[in-house]
């Protein structure tokens, strides 16, 4: 398996984390000549990241290749068997996708920015707070989001929740997260796979938000 990705992307991180937590056998490339290229389009006509390359045919977005995974590698269990806590675990996964990273990922334009512009931050700041509340009032740590183990639910916020906090730290406006997302970021963090897997994704941000 190929996987496509950039230690930078946190939908590249976010699949890592399912790859490394079912000890999948790949290949990290870089998109050839950037994600932008015509060379990486004739992969990935999509030109987004990440995708996965499996016998000659390719698969693109993050959702869809973590239940793929799920499907073609069942252990360990990540996406549970019942029927509610399925629905609630994809409800989760498509929360992340649709309403926290936007909001999350609409500060990088102010970390590039020689001076962020306060009030833009402050309204992302407060709307990302509501999502955070909304999220806390959603999950039931145990002491994943929703399960005893690492599920799917848990691999975008494990990437986007951080993000965010560093984020909004190098705008000058602090986020502290709900305790229970606290609680649950450190000791889901410290899971193996989850610790190996963001290795790379944690250097490469630390790095541009210092430059």
């Not at 984390?17 to 079912?22: E, R």
């Not at 996406?79 to 996708?97: G, W």
């Not at 740590?141 to 848990?154: G, V």
């Not at 975008?156 to 997302?181: D, F, I, N, S, Y």
Request: glycine share 2%; hydrophobic share 45%.
């Amino acid at each position: 398996m190929i996987f496509y990705a950039t230690p930078l992307s946190s939908y590249s991180a976010k699949v890592r984390i399912v790859l490394c937590a079912k000890g999948v056998d790949f290949e990290e490339r870089l998109p050839p000549n950037g994600y932008r290229s015509q060379e990486y389009r004739a992969i990935v006509p999509m030109g987004t990241l990440p995708a996965i390359e499996v016998d000659g045919w390719v698969l693109s977005e993050s959702e869809v290749i973590n239940e793929y995974l799920e499907e073609r590698y069942p252990e360990p269990v990540m996406l549970p068997p019942e029927p509610a806590l399925r629905a609630r675990v994809r409800f989760i996964s498509r929360f992340h996708d649709l309403y926290l990273e936007p909001r999350v990922r609409a500060l990088f334009a102010q970390v590039r920015s020689r001076g962020a512009d306060a009030a833009a931050v402050a309204l992302l700041r407060s709307e990302l707070i509501l999502r955070l509340e909304q999220l806390a009032r959603s999950v039931a740590p145990c002491p994943f989001l929703l399960t005893p183990q690492l599920s799917l639910a848990d691999c975008g916020p494990l990437v986007t929740l951080p993000l965010a906090q560093q984020l909004l730290a190098a705008c000058a406006q602090p986020l502290t997260l709900p305790p229970v997302l606290q609680t649950w970021l450190v000791a889901a963090s410290a899971h193996p796979a989850v610790a190996r897997a963001l290795k790379p994704w944690r250097t490469a941000t630390q790095a541009w938000i210092n430059s």
